[in-house]
């Protein structure tokens, strides 16, 4: 029971120290200024699917994973600059006691304070159009609140590696640049390497998946597809590092995935697919942080 106690613990300081409340504050927040946006905007003439696209835009791409880096990254290196650890092991806790139980409490806040959001995005559906597809709607959320559960995973993974605040703050930071601003550019490279050129509209599907693989564009599809409403990502890489003509950038659209791979998906485009990545995401860094953490000098 060591394990599920220290989750406990953790879970009441981050109760007791008002972060959990302050997550999903600025998530609470975040819905409410969409929202009062998509009213100014006449969202409610249009298509309930299109909170998707907003939501996914601002929260997903980036409150979401922020908010998961900061509430991770200070789980196990904060106790082990502290000298917290060694009182934990003195109480008979062993390192997979301590791991399992800051991931747990870790996990529990971002997956409340998303559900939270979810729960206030669905609701403005509910208030401003008369039908909406909630099958769509449901999906999109149970999407959001696992790649949270990524990013949690990570950060939680990175601050078992590091041996100081600054190191795991700067594999959080890495992390998001990496997804963010590196993995489309390498995947270009990449494609350039194998293919001789840049990748165009009607890329190779190889190249798509290379590129599903980063998580957040593997939930940015989804979401898309979801929503019947190409997603930007945080920077529009279609338009830099692809050979797309310019007027099919105008109509954004049209970069759906659905629309640039010819005839039918392979099984490896699913939507679905998206689900075991993320998972994966989660997983992996976790393995790997674990592995480090055991074999740690916490001296």
Same mark, same amino acid.
């Given at each position: ?20 409340? +302050? ?8 819905? !409410? ?22 939501? +996914? ?19 196990? !290196? ?37 559900? &939270? ?60 640049? &990496? ?81 640039? !791979? ?38």
């Amino acid at each position: 029971m060591s394990a599920p106690l220290i989750a406990r613990k953790d879970f009441e300081d981050a109760v007791r120290s008002r972060m959990i409340w +302050a997550v999903m504050a600025v998530f609470v927040f975040l819905m !409410v200024v969409i929202s009062a946006g998509a009213a100014t905007n006449g969202l409610e003439d249009a298509e309930a699917t299109e909170i998707i696209s907003l939501v +996914a835009n601002v929260g997903g791409q980036l409150m979401i994973p922020i908010l998961a880096l900061l509430v991770g990254y200070m789980a196990i !290196v904060g106790e082990r600059q502290s000298g917290s650890l060694r009182v934990l092991f003195g109480l008979s806790h062993n390192r997979w006691d301590v791991f399992i139980g800051k991931l747990a409490s870790r996990l529990g806040v971002i997956i409340i304070a998303t559900v &939270v959001a979810c729960l206030v995005a669905l609701g403005m559906v509910v208030a401003l159009f008369d039908s909406f597809p909630a099958q769509e709607l449901v999906a999109f959320s149970l999407l959001t609140v696992l790649l949270g559960m990524v990013f949690t995973s990570i950060a939680v993974a990175v601050s078992a590696m590091a041996s100081s605040r600054m190191q795991a703050m700067a594999g959080a930071i890495g992390s998001y640049v &990496v997804f963010t601003l590196v993995w489309h550019p390498m995947s270009a490279v990449i494609h350039y390497l194998v293919e001789g050129g840049l990748p165009g509209y009607n890329a190779p599907e190889w190249y798509f998946f290379l590129l599903r693989l980063n998580p957040l564009a593997a939930y940015t599809q989804v979401a898309s597809e979801l929503a019947d409403q190409f997603i930007w990502g945080i920077v529009g890489w279609e338009g830099t590092v692809e050979d797309v003509p310019e007027e099919t950038l105008q109509e954004p659209n049209a970069l759906l995935l659905s629309e640039r !791979v010819s005839g039918d998906l392979p099984l490896y485009l699913h939507d679905w697919v998206a689900v075991p990545i993320l998972l994966l995401w989660i997983a992996i860094p976790l393995g790997i942080g674990y592995w480090r953490f055991k074999r740690a000098d916490l001296n």
